[in-house]
């Protein structure tokens, strides 16, 4: 049977047998609560549908995964406390599907000490690709790649005037280093170029700014409620800018906390089209999600599914005693690796994974159209 119990103040999922404890720990902490909690349901969701699924015939090794989960509510100092908590009392095999550029930079200090590797960090930022982390094994694409994109396809629609906001933090100066890039490749200057506090935005004065320098577009480099605040902001000033932002806010619940602004904001992706059966990746997704009972899969739900599949792998090739060393030179092997469509490598030299990035745009009916 699943269930979530209570372990210590964690949250642990996974297949319980009688008394016995899972022999493979797997730990996570994100923010679970606060402005980025409805994706992060959504991602973990996507990871239990293949971690259930392996669970299910037996493990890996004949061992079941455990998932010991931890809220911070998308606090960095908490998410390196937790990462501490988990690694050193918990004693996790492997950390996984971390979220946020600061959180996430914040529980290196602890891999690194401990040689634990990470799996699945569920941020682009650049700063865990280049120079290469050890114990960082990212599977999608980064921000800069998504910004650049978004900015590209603007300009060729014509779109001259166009506005960026991003939060004064590592991710915000990671996506507009990207934005950036596909403006000059443009040829074009951002009508207003500003940054926001991340804990406490306070977003009236910049609306106003974006509305008089008649913006046609505004790229949000945010999170969640903070984009959604900002992008209401926008319209309470007169502005009639579109809103673009990043794939970390691609979830439903970014969709429904948008309310009646949704239609026609558009969402960079790191994933193929989450109703694309041409990708096997996709088809899993959908068949064990349906099995499950659960809604339709989403992009957020996917970025889990597809780091749970790469996580999984590691343990496999880690073999019947998977220990922290073992998982991650396992996972440092795995070269040419199907997902489902999708080709992923690492080497000693290159932890990227995944350079596949996309845009949608949301449709009246509330979906992510490409």
């Known amino acids: 049977m699943q269930t979530w119990q209570k372990w210590g103040g964690a949250l642990v999922f996974g297949t319980m047998l009688g008394t016995a404890q899972a022999q493979i720990l797997v730990g996570q902490t994100a923010g679970f609560s606060g402005v980025v909690g409805a994706g992060v349901q959504e991602t973990a969701a996507g990871a239990r549908l293949y971690i259930d699924a392996v669970n299910a015939k037996g493990g890996v090794h004949g061992q079941k995964i455990e998932l010991i ?35 996430t930079e914040a529980i290196i200090p602890h891999l690194d000490r401990h040689g634990v590797a990470l799996v699945g960090p569920s941020t682009g930022a650049m700063v865990l690709h280049q120079p290469v982390r050890k114990n960082v094994f990212n599977v999608r694409a980064t ?75 505004v790229m949000i480099i945010g999170s969640g409620t903070t984009v959604v605040d900002g992008y209401a902001a926008l319209r309470k000033a007169g502005s009639t800018a579109q809103l673009v932002t990043l794939s970390n806010n691609a979830s439903t619940g970014f969709i429904k906390s948008l309310g009646e602004h949704a239609r026609g904001v558009i969402v960079s992706q790191v994933y193929p089209n989450e109703r694309s059966l041409a ?65 992923l490598s690492y080497d000693a030299g290159e932890h990227t994974g995944l350079d596949f990035a996309d845009l949608s745009i949301i449709s009246a009916d509330g979906k992510f159209r490409r």
Do not use: C, W
């Open 279 to 343: 990708y096997p990746l996709v088809r899993e997704a959908i068949e064990l999600n349906k099995a499950s009972g659960q809604g339709e899969v989403s992009p957020a739900m996917l970025e889990g599914f597809a780091a749970a599949k790469v996580l999984v792998e590691g343990l496999r090739r880690a073999g019947a005693k998977p220990t922290r060393d073992k998982i991650r030179t396992a996972l440092e092997s795995i070269q040419h690796f199907d997902l489902g469509g999708l080709q």
């Open 69 to 103: 989960t931890m809220d911070d509510k998308f606090d960095p100092k908490t998410a390196g406390e937790n990462a501490r908590v988990l690694i050193e009392d918990k004693k996790v095999d492997v950390m996984f599907l971390t979220r946020g550029t600061p959180h």
């Open 143 to 217: 921000y800069q790649r998504e910004a650049e994109k978004a900015m590209t396809h603007l300009a060729t629609l014509g779109t001259e005037r166009i506005a960026v906001l991003y939060a004064d933090d590592s991710f915000g100066a990671d996506g507009v280093a990207g934005a950036q890039k596909g403006l000059a490749h443009a040829k074009l200057q951002p009508v207003v170029l500003e940054k926001f506090n991340r804990s406490q935005p306070d977003f009236a004065p910049l609306a106003t700014k974006i509305a008089q320098a008649q913006a046609q577009a």
